[in-house]
């Protein structure tokens, strides 16, 4: 209702220096994280903090390849965050399948389904180049061309269309259904569906 | 012209019996309400007189023992919670009542429970007493046999106790009417301090202490008695029980302030002080304490809705125990304030509890959940109870609370304290229970269609509700009328504020504050950004989908690290006990009966000539 | 086979020769020192693993499924270990390829459970009595309707292809990728 | 009239940017004990203003809201009611026993908001944090009534006064272990490691606050540097003298010293649970529970006894 312009820079300025990580390792990138967090790389210094939830996390770090399974929960993940979210990818997976580009369960293009903004190379970049890409995220928060999120918004119908494409129409109630019967232990319903 | 007193005592049992015989469906309530309405409204119409000073005295003489009713402060503060929770309850009674045979012993219970506010004499007061007991027996009986048979074998004890001591206090002092009894029992206490020789010895003074305990425990539900408590309450229809705990509890600490008022400066100059509280009060005290821990967590564990508030109820009558036996001035208005407040809102509770079981029809917490939007006014009315009974600032529940907390320590009472403050966060811990359970989380899909709560019912709680807010935000209100009850100005302060000289409340500053707080935290929220509906299922589960099938509100078994944590003591069930003496007495019988008297002639004549050999070496 | 001329390893041969006396159904033979190999037929697989839990090997470390296009046959590998004589043993079995059937021990080593649902999962082997075959697990929903499985007739990079619908612009031979 | 309201807005503003300087030394302490860096001081503030000004934000109904404003309000209304130096608003009214309530009812707003989300972690997060109140209220419980019986009276701004005279409460052998069990009671009102099972990262994902979003968490930061402010404040006032400087001769200068006195004793207070929460691995709940009801209560109320000989 307010009209915040005049403290643009303000936000801008505080969103770069509290990035919150979602917690959500989806990848072999993984291990590079405690590095980053311990005392010699320490990524508390810029504000960034490892965050459970992704209802207050900003920063979403895909690190490494991209499986299907994992890209659904990744959806979820990213459609939960509250707007101004940016998404980091590491190693060269999440843009063209990297080692993986012949794999029936790799996601060959990342950004078809979610928008990335910082892309980092490497076959899992050392904690170095992350803190270089978090730089360059900062960057681009600064300058405001971290922009993923509006592209999200603006075009869903297209990263909605690849995600049905590739998962199937209704994807996350078949997939939340999918372990109903053997979890109440009903294994003949599962004949007749 | 009949005495207002008659009036107020048989006016509810008039009307249930004409209620009761006239059996049409719209009459029939009516006839209840008015019936509930009358005594409150006289009442009301005497409270300025009372409350002056001057004693409403009646006498009836009936089969050769005279009663006199009185209406003392005393018995007027009871008389007006019996009349607004009984009316409450009996405008919950309208939309809940099954049958036309639970508007006859509901109203004959709150005969009895007005019967003995206002009695002055033993007899009266036992009389009446038996009248309440058998209403609401009856009114369990309708419902469950099991639950009504355990009510009725731990009220004929306590009824006995209570006649046992009265025989032993006629036979002694030779009438009935208190104010003999208090003479003779002050006359006893003075010649015991000279040391001369005392009517009544030091064992049967003890008798008599132990037997009223007994008797008035019972009807308190304190802890080692309290075990018919959780199914009577829950085994009837749910606003009775408003009345039944909220009022009928009260009857019992009535007794036990009885216990004060008549025997008081005997029993103190008898067993003297046990540091600074009379010892035969840090009995009943402690005995409140415990009933405090163990109705709360037992709260805590429960499944079902109604055995939760049962519990809940034995818990406050705890504090109100506590405040009672520390024996001073203040704690005992503390008590009677506590009382108040607890009627308030415990019968507020029930009437809740009453919507949701007529509503939804279902009674354990597995299958409720998500009603807070279906059923708004009713989820209004919870928060203001739960406020109320975890004891937040702003509301009576704090008040009389913070009152009692002041008065045990500073009688420099470290246990006590103790367990009155563990038992403040007990009533937080079941009461987000509860909330959890019923209100929030995922609805079970039967439950979509719920309506709010009927009219009669939200009438019944929204006067709860306001006198809830209006006695917490203004709790001088009730200390005044306290202060003229005991007669001493143990709570100064103005009509906002209570004043204890070592501990002062502000109800008004803290309502404003809160309001101003809550605006800034508003302020905040309304600058930041709009807000979007979000259903229960787009929820976090580390990133996998969720659907409705999935069970996403935990509502089995909510305390199960409480019940690991207290496994041990958990064991030791006084319920299991009288169960056990109850079957030991089955046998017994069953011996008896293939032995003694087993029907055969041969062993009769046995029996005779053991007899008479044994009156002759007695040489009769 | 190429290690004609090795030092046979005199333990093992007592070993699998103490199993084919308790098993006569089945061949066994030293490959070198603490490895041994079996060969049983399919129908008799649960008898002679039974055997063998008894006579001293305790675990069984995998089950892998070997597909034999041209024989028609797939070959399932029972992988052993017997901590007790310090030594691996491949029991193999061959089992038709259309319709490969056959039943589970999952009552003598109870970890074949997990082994023979990565068995189905992957080569279509059903294994019968063990309930958990039909439960999803690896793949995905999608990938099970279009039948993805490792046997050597299943065109892996044709599905690839159809599925993420970018591939078709590589170049076959791999050097160069026009993404 | 306005004075009260200009002190009052003083003590919120004083309050919230001192809490917040409290969140952030307890993050830079922590780091510096794990040899690291450690953001900058402000970092708390900046988290916030990230927090509020996110654009856009979700909520799970009416409740969901009502509880997250209920406890920023709460506890605003607990920061007036302890003295703070001699600006206190509500001082004469500061009861014991009320501000241990007021103190403890912010849970209750957020375990409302945290449990209308219908979030399963939040479930079993506010079942972990109504625990752990449970288990902390006995050790609590007995120090207060130490105290209470110690010097007679319920009202802190005369304990203050008291301890002027006789010295800090924590030289007198029953309020120094009442002061012991209840800095143990302030490690899980703080939230900090060794009980902090119920905002457990890893397990519960944060517990109740798994579901706040935007301005919801902004508020809940707020709400969390008043609370940091106020129990480090009612705790330095019962058990460390409080502070009232009367040596200067402008008020404005005795507030300033009185200030600085409490600020000390807060921060004291603070670092003490910060080393012990950067040093202990997190408890389970009926660890915590089970440890609860021995060691701190058999102190505490060893203590009540012994002050109310």
């Given at each position: 209702?307010?009209?915040?312009?005049?403290?643009?820079?303000?936000?801008?300025?505080?969103?770069?220096?509290?990035?919150?990580?979602?917690?959500?390792?989806?990848?072999?990138?993984?291990?590079?994280?405690?590095?980053?967090?311990?005392?010699?790389?320490?990524?508390?210094?810029?504000?960034?903090?490892?965050?459970?939830?992704?209802?207050?996390?900003?920063?979403?770090?895909?690190?490494?390849?991209?499986?299907?399974?994992?890209?659904?929960?990744?959806?979820?993940?990213?459609?939960?965050?509250?707007?101004?979210?940016?998404?980091?990818?590491?190693?060269?997976?999440?843009?063209?399948?990297?080692?993986?580009?012949?794999?029936?369960?790799?996601?060959?293009?990342?950004?078809?389904?979610?928008?990335?903004?910082?892309?980092?190379?490497?076959?899992?970049?050392?904690?170095?180049?992350?803190?270089?890409?978090?730089?360059?995220?900062?960057?681009?928060?600064?300058?405001?061309?971290?922009?993923?999120?509006?592209?999200?918004?603006?075009?869903?119908?297209?990263?909605?269309?690849?995600?049905?494409?590739?998962?199937?129409?209704?994807?996350?109630?078949?997939?939340?259904?999918?372990?109903?019967?053997?979890?109440?232990?009903?294994?003949?319903?599962?004949?007749?569906? | 012209?009949?005495?207002?007193?008659?009036?107020?005592?048989?006016?509810?049992?008039?009307?249930?019996?004409?209620?009761?015989?006239?059996?049409?469906?719209?009459?029939?309530?009516?006839?209840?309400?008015?019936?509930?309405?009358?005594?409150?409204?006289?009442?009301?119409?005497?409270?300025?007189?009372?409350?002056?000073?001057?004693?409403?005295?009646?006498?009836?003489?009936?089969?050769?023992?005279?009663?006199?009713?009185?209406?003392?402060?005393?018995?007027?503060?009871?008389?007006?919670?019996?009349?607004?929770?009984?009316?409450?309850?009996?405008?919950?009674?309208?939309?809940?009542?099954?049958?036309?045979?639970?508007?006859?012993?509901?109203?004959?219970?709150?005969?009895?429970?007005?019967?003995?506010?206002?009695?002055?004499?033993?007899?009266?007061?036992?009389?009446?007493?038996?009248?309440?007991?058998?209403?609401?027996?009856?009114?369990?009986?309708?419902?469950?046999?099991?639950?009504?048979?355990?009510?009725?074998?731990?009220?004929?004890?306590?009824?006995?106790?209570?006649?046992?001591?009265?025989?032993?206090?006629?036979?002694?002092?030779?009438?009935?009417?208190?104010?003999?009894?208090?003479?003779?029992?002050?006359?006893?206490?003075?010649?015991?301090?000279?040391?001369?020789?005392?009517?009544?010895?030091?064992?049967?003074?003890?008798?008599?202490?132990?037997?009223?305990?007994?008797?008035?425990?019972?009807?308190?539900?304190?802890?080692?008695?309290?075990?018919?408590?959780?199914?009577?309450?829950?085994?009837?229809?749910?606003?009775?029980?408003?009345?039944?705990?909220?009022?009928?509890?009260?009857?019992?600490?009535?007794?036990?302030?009885?216990?004060?008022?008549?025997?008081?400066?005997?029993?103190?100059?008898?067993?003297?002080?046990?540091?600074?509280?009379?010892?035969?009060?840090?009995?009943?005290?402690?005995?409140?304490?415990?009933?405090?821990?163990?109705?709360?967590?037992?709260?805590?564990?429960?499944?079902?809705?109604?055995?939760?508030?049962?519990?809940?109820?034995?818990?406050?009558?705890?504090?109100?125990?506590?405040?009672?036996?520390?024996?001073?001035?203040?704690?005992?208005?503390?008590?009677?304030?506590?009382?108040?407040?607890?009627?308030?809102?415990?019968?507020?509770?029930?009437?809740?509890?009453?919507?949701?079981?007529?509503?939804?029809?279902?009674?354990?917490?597995?299958?409720?959940?998500?009603?807070?939007?279906?059923?708004?006014?009713?989820?209004?009315?919870?928060?203001?109870?739960?406020?109320?009974?975890?004891?937040?600032?702003?509301?009576?529940?704090?008040?009389?609370?913070?009152?009692?907390?002041?008065?045990?320590?500073?009688?420099?009472?470290?246990?006590?304290?103790?367990?009155?403050?563990?038992?403040?966060?007990?009533?937080?811990?079941?009461?987000?229970?509860?909330?959890?359970?019923?209100?929030?989380?995922?609805?079970?899909?039967?439950?979509?269609?719920?309506?709010?709560?009927?009219?009669?019912?939200?009438?019944?709680?929204?006067?709860?509700?306001?006198?809830?807010?209006?006695?917490?935000?203004?709790?001088?209100?009730?200390?005044?009328?306290?202060?003229?009850?005991?007669?001493?100005?143990?709570?100064?302060?103005?009509?906002?504020?209570?004043?204890?000289?070592?501990?002062?409340?502000?109800?008004?500053?803290?309502?404003?504050?809160?309001?101003?707080?809550?605006?800034?935290?508003?302020?905040?929220?309304?600058?930041?950004?709009?807000?979007?509906?979000?259903?229960?299922?787009?929820?976090?589960?580390?990133?996998?989908?969720v659907t409705m099938e999935y069970n996403l509100t935990i509502r089995r078994n909510f305390f199960l690290p409480l019940k690991e944590a207290l496994a041990f003591w958990l064991r030791i069930s006084f319920d299991k006990l009288y169960r056990d003496i109850g079957s030991w007495v089955e046998d017994l019988a069953e011996v008896l009966r293939n032995y003694v008297y087993n029907g055969n002639a041969q062993s009769y004549a046995w029996y005779l000539a053991i007899v008479l050999v044994i009156l002759a070496i007695w040489g009769v | 086979m190429a290690e004609e001329v090795k030092a046979t390893w005199p333990k093992g041969e007592e070993i699998v020769s103490a199993l084919l006396e308790k098993a006569p159904y089945a061949e066994g033979s030293v490959r070198r020192e603490r490895r041994l190999e079996f060969k049983v037929p399919a129908d008799r697989i649960v008898d002679f693993l039974r055997t063998a839990k008894a006579s001293g090997f305790e675990l069984l470390l995998q089950i892998t499924a070997v597909d034999w296009p041209?024989?028609?046959?797939?070959?399932?590998?029972?992988?052993?270990?017997?901590?007790?004589?310090?030594?691996?043993?491949?029991?193999?079995?061959?089992?038709?390829?259309?319709?490969?059937?056959?039943?589970?021990?999952?009552?003598?080593?109870?970890?074949?459970?997990?082994?023979?649902?990565?068995?189905?999962?992957?080569?279509?082997?059903?294994?019968?009595?063990?309930?958990?075959?039909?439960?999803?697990?690896?793949?995905?929903?999608?990938?099970?309707?279009?039948?993805?499985?490792?046997?050597?007739?299943?065109?892996?990079?044709?599905?690839?292809?159809?599925?993420?619908?970018?591939?078709?612009?590589?170049?076959?031979?791999?050097?160069?990728?026009?993404? | 009239?306005?004075?009260?309201?200009?002190?009052?807005?003083?003590?919120?503003?004083?309050?919230?940017?001192?809490?917040?300087?409290?969140?952030?030394?307890?993050?830079?302490?922590?780091?510096?004990?794990?040899?690291?860096?450690?953001?900058?001081?402000?970092?708390?503030?900046?988290?916030?203003?990230?927090?509020?000004?996110?654009?856009?934000?979700?909520?799970?109904?009416?409740?969901?809201?009502?509880?997250?404003?209920?406890?920023?309000?709460?506890?605003?209304?607990?920061?007036?009611?302890?003295?703070?130096?001699?600006?206190?608003?509500?001082?004469?009214?500061?009861?014991?026993?009320?501000?241990?309530?007021?103190?403890?009812?912010?849970?209750?707003?957020?375990?409302?908001?945290?449990?209308?989300?219908?979030?399963?972690?939040?479930?079993?997060?506010?079942?972990?944090?109504?625990?752990?109140?449970?288990?902390?209220?006995?050790?609590?419980?007995?120090?207060?009534?130490?105290l209470a019986e110690f010097y007679g009276t319920f009202s802190t701004y005369e304990i203050v006064m008291a301890q002027q005279v006789s010295g800090w409460s924590i030289a007198h052998l029953p309020l120094l272990l009442a002061a012991i069990a209840y800095d143990l009671v302030l490690q899980a009102m703080f939230g900090k490691e060794p009980f902090d099972i119920m905002i457990a990262p890893g397990e519960i994902s944060l517990g109740p606050m798994v579901e706040f979003g935007g301005k919801h968490m902004g508020i809940l930061q707020i709400q969390h540097a008043i609370a940091l402010f106020a129990e480090t404040l009612f705790f330095s006032n019962i058990f460390l003298g409080g502070a009232v400087v009367t040596t200067f001769a402008s008020p404005v200068l005795n507030t300033i010293a009185s200030l600085a006195i409490l600020l000390v004793k807060q921060i004291a207070v603070l670092l003490v649970a910060t080393f012990m929460g950067a040093i202990f691995p997190r408890f389970t709940i009926d660890q915590a529970a089970k440890?609860?009801?021995?060691?701190?209560?058999?102190?505490?109320?060893?203590?009540?006894?012994?002050?109310?000989?």
């Amino acid at each position: 209702m307010v009209d915040w312009r005049l403290f643009d820079p303000l936000f801008e300025y505080a969103r770069k220096r509290s990035m919150w990580i979602v917690s959500f390792c989806t990848g072999c990138g993984g291990i590079e994280m405690p590095p980053l967090a311990t005392s010699r790389y320490d990524f508390e210094r810029f504000g960034v903090m490892p965050n459970p939830s992704p209802r207050m996390a900003d920063l979403f770090l895909i690190t490494g390849y991209v499986t299907p399974k994992t890209l659904k929960r990744i959806i979820i993940t990213y459609e939960m965050q509250p707007d101004p979210k940016y998404v980091l990818a590491h190693g060269s997976c999440p843009l063209n399948g990297g080692i993986y580009w012949d794999g029936y369960n790799a996601i060959k293009h990342l950004d078809k389904y979610i928008p990335v903004d910082v892309a980092i190379a490497g076959c899992m970049p050392r904690p170095e180049a992350v803190m270089d890409g978090i730089q360059k995220m900062m960057e681009l928060i600064e300058t405001g061309e971290a922009d993923g999120w509006k592209r999200y918004k603006e075009n869903y119908e297209w990263y909605r269309k690849n995600q049905d494409e590739l998962f199937g129409e209704g994807w996350r109630e078949k997939t939340a259904r999918r372990w109903i019967p053997w979890l109440m232990d009903k294994k003949k319903e599962v004949k007749e569906e | 012209m009949i005495n207002e007193l008659m009036i107020i005592i048989f006016a509810p049992l008039i009307a249930g019996v004409i209620a009761w015989a006239l059996d049409i469906k719209g009459v029939r309530e009516a006839i209840g309400v008015i019936g509930a309405a009358v005594p409150l409204a006289y009442l009301v119409k005497l409270y300025p007189t009372v409350m002056g000073g001057e004693l409403i005295q009646y006498n009836v003489t009936f089969a050769g023992f005279t009663f006199n009713f009185t209406l003392a402060p005393m018995g007027m503060i009871f008389a007006m919670i019996a009349g607004v929770v009984g009316l409450a309850a009996v405008l919950g009674i309208v939309s809940t009542a099954r049958s036309s045979y639970e508007w006859l012993f509901a109203l004959m219970s709150l005969t009895g429970v007005f019967g003995i506010f206002l009695s002055y004499d033993l007899l009266g007061f036992f009389i009446f007493w038996e009248i309440m007991t058998f209403g609401s027996f009856m009114m369990v009986l309708k419902y469950n046999r099991k639950a009504s048979l355990k009510y009725f074998v731990l009220s004929v004890i306590g009824a006995y106790a209570m006649l046992v001591a009265i025989g032993i206090i006629y036979a002694k002092v030779g009438s009935f009417s208190f104010v003999e009894v208090y003479r003779a029992f002050s006359q006893d206490a003075a010649l015991g301090m000279v040391g001369g020789a005392t009517v009544f010895s030091r064992s049967e003074i003890a008798l008599i202490f132990g037997l009223f305990l007994v008797a008035f425990g019972v009807k308190a539900g304190t802890f080692p008695l309290h075990v018919w408590a959780p199914d009577a309450y829950t085994e009837t229809n749910q606003s009775y029980t408003a009345m039944f705990s909220g009022v009928l509890s009260k009857t019992g600490v009535y007794g036990f302030i009885l216990i004060y008022m008549l025997m008081g400066y005997r029993l103190m100059a008898e067993f003297g002080a046990f540091r600074s509280a009379p010892a035969f009060g840090y009995i009943i005290a402690f005995l409140g304490g415990l009933t405090i821990i163990v109705g709360g967590l037992l709260a805590a564990l429960q499944e079902d809705i109604r055995k939760l508030f049962a519990y809940s109820s034995i818990s406050q009558i705890g504090y109100i125990l506590v405040g009672i036996g520390v024996g001073t001035a203040l704690s005992i208005e503390a008590a009677i304030f506590h009382a108040i407040s607890h009627a308030l809102f415990k019968g507020l509770f029930f009437l809740i509890v009453a919507t949701i079981v007529y509503r939804t029809g279902k009674t354990t917490f597995a299958d409720m959940g998500g009603l807070a939007e279906k059923m708004p006014f009713t989820f209004a009315m919870a928060f203001v109870a739960i406020l109320s009974l975890a004891g937040i600032p702003p509301l009576v529940g704090f008040a009389s609370k913070w009152v009692l907390f002041e008065a045990v320590i500073s009688q420099n009472l470290p246990i006590l304290g103790g367990m009155v403050f563990f038992g403040s966060a007990i009533g937080f811990v079941y009461l987000i229970r509860f909330t959890y359970a019923v209100w929030f989380g995922q609805r079970p899909t039967d439950l979509d269609d719920t309506k709010d709560a009927p009219l009669p019912l939200a009438i019944g709680m929204a006067i709860l509700a306001l006198l809830n807010v209006v006695f917490g935000v203004a709790p001088g209100l009730v200390a005044r009328e306290l202060n003229k009850v005991i007669g001493e100005e143990a709570i100064t302060g103005t009509i906002w504020e209570l004043n204890l000289g070592f501990g002062r409340y502000n109800a008004l500053a803290i309502l404003i504050y809160l309001i101003v707080g809550i605006v800034i935290a508003g302020i905040i929220y309304f600058l930041g950004a709009k807000v979007r509906k979000v259903p229960v299922t787009d929820t976090y589960q580390s990133g996998n989908p969720v659907t409705m099938e999935y069970n996403l509100t935990i509502r089995r078994n909510f305390f199960l690290p409480l019940k690991e944590a207290l496994a041990f003591w958990l064991r030791i069930s006084f319920d299991k006990l009288y169960r056990d003496i109850g079957s030991w007495v089955e046998d017994l019988a069953e011996v008896l009966r293939n032995y003694v008297y087993n029907g055969n002639a041969q062993s009769y004549a046995w029996y005779l000539a053991i007899v008479l050999v044994i009156l002759a070496i007695w040489g009769v | 086979m190429a290690e004609e001329v090795k030092a046979t390893w005199p333990k093992g041969e007592e070993i699998v020769s103490a199993l084919l006396e308790k098993a006569p159904y089945a061949e066994g033979s030293v490959r070198r020192e603490r490895r041994l190999e079996f060969k049983v037929p399919a129908d008799r697989i649960v008898d002679f693993l039974r055997t063998a839990k008894a006579s001293g090997f305790e675990l069984l470390l995998q089950i892998t499924a070997v597909d034999w296009p041209n024989e028609g046959e797939i070959e399932l590998v029972y992988q052993l270990f017997s901590i007790s004589h310090g030594t691996h043993a491949m029991a193999k079995t061959r089992v038709p390829r259309d319709d490969a059937r056959i039943s589970s021990v999952m009552d003598i080593y109870p970890v074949a459970e997990t082994y023979e649902r990565d068995a189905h999962e992957f080569y279509k082997v059903v294994f019968e009595g063990n309930p958990k075959l039909e439960m999803p697990w690896i793949l995905e929903d999608e990938d099970r309707e279009a039948g993805v499985s490792h046997r050597k007739d299943f065109d892996m990079l044709g599905y690839v292809k159809k599925k993420y619908k970018i591939l078709d612009r590589f170049d076959e031979d791999k050097e160069n990728y026009v993404i | 009239m306005m004075e009260t309201a200009l002190k009052a807005l003083f003590i919120l503003l004083y309050a919230t940017f001192v809490g917040f300087m409290f969140m952030g030394i307890i993050r830079i302490v922590t780091a510096r004990i794990h040899r690291r860096v450690g953001p900058p001081i402000y970092q708390p503030i900046l988290d916030t203003i990230k927090l509020l000004s996110k654009k856009s934000n979700i909520t799970h109904g009416v409740i969901y809201d009502f509880g997250v404003l209920y406890a920023l309000g709460a506890t605003i209304l607990a920061i007036m009611f302890i003295p703070l130096g001699n600006i206190g608003v509500l001082r004469a009214y500061g009861d014991l026993i009320l501000i241990t309530f007021l103190l403890e009812i912010p849970m209750l707003g957020i375990m409302f908001a945290a449990m209308s989300s219908g979030n399963p972690y939040a479930g079993i997060g506010a079942q972990r944090a109504l625990l752990t109140m449970l288990a902390i209220q006995v050790p609590l419980g007995f120090a207060i009534v130490a105290l209470a019986e110690f010097y007679g009276t319920f009202s802190t701004y005369e304990i203050v006064m008291a301890q002027q005279v006789s010295g800090w409460s924590i030289a007198h052998l029953p309020l120094l272990l009442a002061a012991i069990a209840y800095d143990l009671v302030l490690q899980a009102m703080f939230g900090k490691e060794p009980f902090d099972i119920m905002i457990a990262p890893g397990e519960i994902s944060l517990g109740p606050m798994v579901e706040f979003g935007g301005k919801h968490m902004g508020i809940l930061q707020i709400q969390h540097a008043i609370a940091l402010f106020a129990e480090t404040l009612f705790f330095s006032n019962i058990f460390l003298g409080g502070a009232v400087v009367t040596t200067f001769a402008s008020p404005v200068l005795n507030t300033i010293a009185s200030l600085a006195i409490l600020l000390v004793k807060q921060i004291a207070v603070l670092l003490v649970a910060t080393f012990m929460g950067a040093i202990f691995p997190r408890f389970t709940i009926d660890q915590a529970a089970k440890f609860y009801w021995k060691w701190p209560t058999i102190i505490a109320a060893l203590g009540a006894i012994l002050a109310s000989l």
